[in-house]
């Protein structure tokens, strides 16, 4: 159980297109999703988390106008990344958080998103 | 505000008991602490949660004393396949904060 997807899993494309990634809970519905870059050999960055059905809060430093962050439904979120550039390049990966219900639940991850911009 | 601090690297060898330990010192009252496991190029996998004393499900035990300040992963039995980083995350509060430590890069020997 508590199954993630993401999609694409990697991705090529040139400065100044938009890219979307598309995070999915497959088997539990998720009030809290959260997307995270990663830089080669760092920590997780978080970026944004989104709720359903309201807006997403992103960190400081994050732009929201260029990521852009939808959370339509408690199994679906996706993040796109606007005119992107080469110093976008980076592991981009999701998680989501089940409805809560007893005691605390915690995250559970996609495999990830690598992102390439020329 | 809370931080947590691990290790960055720890080297052991097939079949030795591995312990990590994170710190975290200005944890607040109804923070959890979580452990997760990342392998190159893919999302980090749970490991295991607690908010005191001990936990152990069946691939590790979480050690967190009384004042809650550390808490220490065990992995007992370690093979070369436990070879990855391992992240420490204090979670929870009214806020659902997230601080995540910085992973600490564990390599196992044959």
């Given at each position: ?40 050999k ?77 | ?5 691990q290790p960055i690297s720890m080297d052991s060898y097939e079949g030795q008991e591995v312990n990590i ?16 496991q990342q392998f190159p ?32 992963l065990?992995l007992?039995?370690v093979s070369l396949s436990d070879t990855a980083v391992y ?16 992973g600490t890069k564990l390599i196992i020997k044959p």
């Amino acid at each position: 159980g508590a199954v993630v997807s993401q999609h694409p899993s990697w991705v090529i494309c040139k400065s100044g297109t938009s890219v979307k990634i598309e995070c999915r809970s497959l088997d539990f519905q998720a009030t809290t999703m959260f997307w995270y870059r990663q830089f080669p050999k760092q920590s997780l960055m978080l970026m944004a988390t989104s709720n359903e059905g309201s807006k997403a809060t992103y960190e400081q430093g994050v732009e929201k106008d260029k990521f852009l962050i939808n959370h339509a439904s408690l199994t679906l979120s996706t993040l796109t990344v606007t005119s992107a550039h080469p110093e976008d390049s980076s592991f981009y990966i999701c998680s989501a958080r089940p409805e809560r219900g007893r005691g605390q639940e915690t995250q559970y991850f996609g495999p990830g998103t690598r992102l390439l911009v020329l | 505000l809370a931080k947590t601090t691990q290790p960055i690297s720890m080297d052991s060898y097939e079949g030795q008991e591995v312990n990590i330990t994170c710190s975290h010192n200005n944890i607040a009252t109804n923070d959890y602490i979580t452990w997760y496991q990342q392998f190159p190029s893919q999302g980090p996998r749970f490991i295991i949660q607690g908010y005191k004393t001990k936990v152990t499900n069946e691939v590790a035990s979480l050690f967190i004393p009384a004042d809650r300040k550390s808490s220490t992963l065990s992995l007992p039995r370690v093979s070369l396949s436990d070879t990855a980083v391992y992240y420490c995350l204090v979670e929870g509060g009214s806020n659902y904060q997230l601080i995540w430590g910085a992973g600490t890069k564990l390599i196992i020997k044959p």
